[in-house]
């Protein structure tokens, strides 16, 4: 469809064509926890979003693309200006990309055919033609996708309720002393209701931070300084023991 204002009404879930696409700029929006009866994929064009969801949170670059399957409750929240493509599909009629929820990696290719569908008129007939064409490789690049490990269990024990998820989580001590619970509680907590050490996923949440700074231009002495590395080299060792790669070249091999 032609560029949507942030004031122009828009309900995927009223649409008669099986798939629907819509383009958009915002500043400093949050959605508040909604769903769709259509699954959505997401992609920020420019700048960066954070989706929050049942349990969990992510932040999704310009390098990603969310796959939020139908009914699933999410919220969207931009902190600054963002450029974004949704393409929503009735699952019904259109096999789901991927199974279950997930980060994806967006591929040149894949970043040019979301441009055509989120720009297509809405009455646009997906089931002949050109346009058939266009649909079936945005599918299959979608489903030849890298799953990217971008989401982070979040735990909802409310002792963590001060636990600041927008600023580097402080170290295990420190939260201990903030929360007024002890080490060995805040560990069964995040064992429990995450699957991990708090170390684990205070590193986990470094990595995710990390990658969604870099993707929006931050340099990598930024994002040390930022994440509380000593230095760049200690960061760039922490991301490729997590990644495997370098910062470089991990948004290199996935852009």
């Known amino acids: 469809m032609p560029w949507l204002a942030p004031s122009d009404p828009f309900d995927p879930d009223q649409q008669a064509a099986p798939v629907s696409g819509i383009a958009s700029r915002l500043v400093r929006h949050d959605s508040g926890l909604h769903s769709h009866q259509r699954g959505q994929l997401l992609f920020a064009h420019a700048g960066s979003i954070r989706i929050v969801l049942p349990g969990m949170m992510s932040m999704l670059p310009p390098i990603r693309v969310a796959w939020i399957p139908p009914a699933t409750p999410h919220r969207v929240l931009i902190r ?46 997906w089931e002949k033609g050109v346009e058939a064409n ?53 560990t069964r907590i995040f064992r429990r209701e995450t699957g991990m050490s708090y170390q684990s996923w205070r590193q986990s949440w470094r990595l995710l931070k990390a990658v969604d700074l870099l993707a929006s231009g931050e340099s990598v002495s930024g994002v040390a300084s ?20 370098t910062p470089g070249r991990y948004l290199r091999g996935r852009s």
């Open 226 to 245: 930022e994440l509380g590395f000593a230095s760049d080299s200690a960061f760039i060792a922490f991301f490729r023991q997590m990644t495997g790669e």
């Open 134 to 186: 266009l649909l079936a490789v945005c599918l299959d690049e979608l489903r030849a996708a890298h799953r990217e490990p971008m989401l982070l269990p979040v735990p909802s024990d409310a002792r963590l309720s001060r636990l600041n998820l927008e600023a580097l989580p402080p170290e295990l001590t420190g939260l201990a002393e903030a929360v007024g619970a002890s080490t060995r509680t805040i």
């Open 80 to 125: 600054g200006e963002v450029e974004y493509r949704s393409i929503y599909l009735d699952t019904s009629r259109i096999p789901p990309p991927t199974e279950g929820l997930a980060i994806l990696s967006m591929t040149a290719l894949l970043r040019e055919v979301f441009e055509r569908i989120s720009h297509a008129p809405l009455e646009t007939d």
